[in-house]
DNA sequence: CGTACGTTTGATCTTTCTCAATAATGGTGG
DNA sequence: CCACCATTATTGAGAAAGATCAAACGTACG
């Protein structure tokens, strides 16, 4: 169920997608002493407020990034999927500013943290694949607040929805146009800025417009263009590489941006 | 008026604060080829879907990040003072996924966009200052995502108003207590995903309530602690550094994350 | 001195939240 | 395999924060 020959072959895959990397640099990363760990659902692997030790590389499962505000109200602000990396935005901060939560099973390779730090000091390649893997998630991040911020309801979930199947089928991990969604209403909630309640209605309205279908956690796009119009969703902001391209199965067609 | 000696001044004591640079490592930012430019308020320093050919770096007035919804709202993801790195975030990516305008009369750097990839490409100290740089604006991001999404209305524009403060004593641009807000209500509306209408309601409210004073655009903090409460404001995600300080002016005090 | 932009205010409307209860569902121990 | 429990999902009714619409007021500036 794991894999356990090459756990970081995907993470590696993806830095590739974006930075050029030598055989030698893939090496490098290759020899980083890594640490298998495997987590039950809800548990964390960083808290707010810790002190990083490790860099860990997700492998399997799922995780959110959250704060807390001072009222407890909860808020996802990113959400990762098998081959992100988890921790570089510890990587040369000593506190951590936000929680990091399995949603699922998962597994994480750890990475010693100043193990990583003395590579991306010395091998500025790799530091430049780190930044730019950063830097994608950082414009990830960017839409989340346009999301939040302005949308309403229906556009937010409908938006949430677009852009993890994307991302997932850029990994090749999402069958085409289903795919089951690591989430409870409560945290879709937590990740959109709304409550469960409004949640539910939102889910159950996409329904019964028939724009998705749903049986438990599993969601089907019924109306792919549909939900993309209403979620005013364009995956330009992924910044998905075009080139040397996970087979497309359906959701990656046009170019944005026109 | 301007920093005509060295514009880059500000962004690298910036940089130096977080990261560790040998005198090398300035010299060679330092030979950058740099060109000043001179923005009007309300200038487009790059369009969402835009080719970046350059990187720039503030040096004097402010400078926002937004994007635009399908529906045409406007929202603000950041905030820009000078000092900071505005265009990093294409420093690697080829296509902007957001727009950056001017609120103010500005001054921005230009570095050519490839010199800088090279730089970074070849430089493993400076790549890594520059990725550390990223990482404490994705922490500002993420704690904006909060503010939009799980804060009321006005725990959000006290927020932004203590961060903004924050942001301008750490750099010694701020006398205690007192500033400039360079945005129009409408402006602190996109920034915090309400209308200017409301905006210009809590405004009111809070300095009825004796937590601020305003004339004009000028803000002075009248209960600077209150206003951090009610706010839900603590400034340990700003990743400000606490040694090789600027001088305290009464802002910035006790370390937050007990 | 008029025009444009930004601010302020009032009245009304809508989306979304809150509170509360009920129904599914999945997992667990017997 | 079944009864029981804890989550999670669903539904309804009422409340509230914030949006919308519309107008008046200031102030800066050409």
């Given amino acids: 169920m794991e894999a356990a020959e090459q756990p970081l072959a995907p993470f590696v895959r993806d830095l590739r997608r974006h930075a050029a990397l030598a055989d030698e640099d893939i090496a490098a990363i290759a020899s980083l002493p890594v640490r298998l760990r495997k987590l039950d659902p809800g548990q964390y692997i960083i808290r707010e407020g810790d002190a990083p030790t490790h860099c860990c590389i997700l492998v399997e499962g799922y995780v959110i990034r959250q704060k807390l505000t001072g009222e407890g109200a ?3 602000m990113a959400l990762c999927i098998p081959g992100d990396g988890i921790d570089f935005q510890n990587i040369f ?3 951590s500013d936000h929680a990091v939560q399995s949603l699922t099973a998962a597994t994480v390779a750890d990475i010693p943290r100043d193990e990583l730090q003395d590579l991306v000091l010395k091998n500025a390649a790799i530091g430049a694949a780190v930044l730019q893997a ?3 998630e950082a414009s990830i991040l960017r839409e989340w607040v346009v999301n939040v911020g302005r949308r309403d309801a229906r556009a937010r979930i409908a938006h949430v929805l677009c852009e993890f199947a994307v991302r997932l ?3 090749g991990l999402a069958t085409d146009h ?3 969604l690591p989430m409870t209403q409560e945290q879709l909630a937590d990740a959109t800025g709304l409550t469960s309640v409004h949640v539910n209605r939102v889910l159950k309205g996409l329904e019964a417009e028939g724009l998705i279908w749903r ?6 796009f ?3 263009r549909a939900l993309q119009q209403v979620g005013d969703f364009s995956r330009a902001y992924l910044h998905i590489p075009a080139e040397d ?3 497309v199965r359906g959701l990656i067609d046009a170019p944005d941006f026109g």
Avoid: C, G, K, Y
């Avoid at 049986?215 to 089907?220: F, G, H, L, S, V």
């Fill in 134 to 136: 950063t830097l994608v």
């Fill in 245 to 247: 391209h996970v087979p």
């Fill in 93 to 95: 901060l000593d506190v």
């Fill in 222 to 224: 019924v109306d792919w």
């Fill in 178 to 180: 289903s795919f089951e």
């Fill in 74 to 76: 909860r808020q996802i």
């Fill in 215 to 220: 049986r438990r956690r599993n969601i089907q």
């Fill in 169 to 171: 089928e850029a990994r």
